[in-house]
């Protein structure tokens, strides 16, 4: 036997948002995908259909994940054949991250952001007449 | 080939305090066999665009207006 079970007694999470997971027990692979485009406009304003995704570089950058083909012989050996954990306090799992107990084959992740800001120019003017 | 031999003594954790998993992060309690994580945060100088409040890109309206600001992100001919 190779992999242990682990055994946490006690979970605090107040957030799970924006494609967090979080995975109890056993799991053959997680592949995870996400991406972000945050504009952030000094005033309330929504379009709606615009910036798809295509135009920008930032997500159109394809991760460079490489095939594992290592030719290790691995063998492991377990004094515990548990994990123990008295406590998790966590605030929040968000933006793809991911909360797993338990065991796995693999994890494949990405997360891509890119933020836009916009200001308005007549709101700066006003503030430097208010300075001077 | 390589032989790699791992001894696991006892693991016994009291308490795991933290203020978030994000942006592409993993918390693990387990075993696993393999981990690949990518991640990009970009806040690219044309990304600050000063100007009336116009749509930022739109399909193929990709020019003109505060639009242009965000030129530089854009890929050419789209």
């Not at chain 1, 083909?69 to 008295?86: A, Q, S």
């Not at chain 2, 016994?12 to 993993?26: D, P, R």
């Amino acid at each position: 036997m190779w992999q242990r079970s682990s055994r946490v007694e006690n979970i605090n999470i107040k957030l799970v948002t924006f494609s967090g997971v979080v995975q109890l027990g056993e799991v053959k692979y997680i592949e995870s995908q996400k991406n972000t485009l945050a504009i952030h406009r000094e005033h309330e304003l929504f379009f709606g259909n615009e910036a798809p995704f295509e135009l920008y570089k930032s997500f159109y950058k394809e991760p460079e994940f490489e095939p594992i083909y290592e030719d290790i012989r691995m063998t492991f050996h377990h004094k515990n054949p548990c994990i123990h954990v008295k406590g998790i306090k966590l605030t929040a799992v968000s933006n793809n991250g991911i909360l797993h107990i338990g065991n796995g084959d693999s994890v494949d992740i990405e997360a891509k952001t890119l933020h836009i800001r916009q200001l308005s120019n007549l709101n700066n003017e006003e503030n430097k007449i208010e300075k001077k | 080939m390589m032989d790699f031999h791992v001894t696991n003594e006892n693991i016994c954790v009291n308490e795991i305090k933290m203020t978030s998993v994000a942006l592409g992060s993993v918390l693990k309690i387990g075993d696993t066999q393999s981990i690949q994580m990518f991640s990009t945060f970009d806040t690219p100088p044309e990304s600050l665009i000063i100007g009336p409040f116009a749509q930022v890109a739109t399909g193929t309206a990709a020019h003109g207006g505060a639009g242009a600001g965000a030129g530089g992100l854009h890929r050419g001919g789209v």
